[in-house]
């Protein structure tokens, strides 16, 4: 793989349900990001890691939890889907946390019903 | 509060100039991001400014004025390629992006 994959593309999901985003990244960046993008809204923050083994709370990170066990996975967790929860999810990387040129991954378009 | 302005939808000719301003407003300030995002697909780097000026790349050029808290981007020789989104987006004192809506460009022959 070269830069950052997500997975999966799509997904509809029941409102309720438990649902993990997956992110992986091979450019052996420090600094990861989880954002979602709404029509009309710009990139939100939801939550970000500095370096493997700590995270940070961003802008939205009410219903969302992350971990960061190593360098090039960065999972996002739904503990129970809501439908306001429906958007586009883009997870990013970057050098580190100081310079923000931010490379992103293709995204993941969740429909929670 | 926090906050970034950019204009929703702009409309120019193929072969044209186009400015696109973004004005912004941060809790410290460390440098000012333009990206691109073609429909359906990721976001992706244009240029960045963390001084006054302006940055020539290409076709594409972007300026800074700190005091002003302002930044356009400028587009040159538009081709319909260039149909896209543009993203600004500034670095606060913790060096966090801010992010504008974006604004779409449409490119007309």
Known sequence: IAGITQAPTSQILAAGRRMTLRCTQDMR?????WYRQDLGLGLRLI????????????????GYSVSRANTDDFPLTLASA??????????ASSVDGSYNEQFFGPGTRLTVL | GQNIDQPT?????????????????TSGFNGLF?????????PTFLSYNVLDGLEEKGRFSSFLSRSKGYSYLLLKELQMKDSASYLCAAQDSNYQLIWGAGTKLIIKP
């Open chain 1, 29 to 33: 960046h420090n600094a990861m990001y």
């Open chain 1, 47 to 62: 939550h970000y890691s500095n370096t493997a083994g700590t995270t940070g709370k961003g802008e939205v990170p009410d």
């Open chain 2, 9 to 25: 939808e702009m409309t120019a000719t193929e072969g044209a100039i186009v400015q696109i301003n973004c004005t912004y407003q």
């Open chain 2, 34 to 42: 333009w990206y691109q995002q073609h429909a359906g697909e990721a």
């Open chain 1, 82 to 91: 809501v439908p306001s929860q429906t958007s586009v999810y883009f997870c």
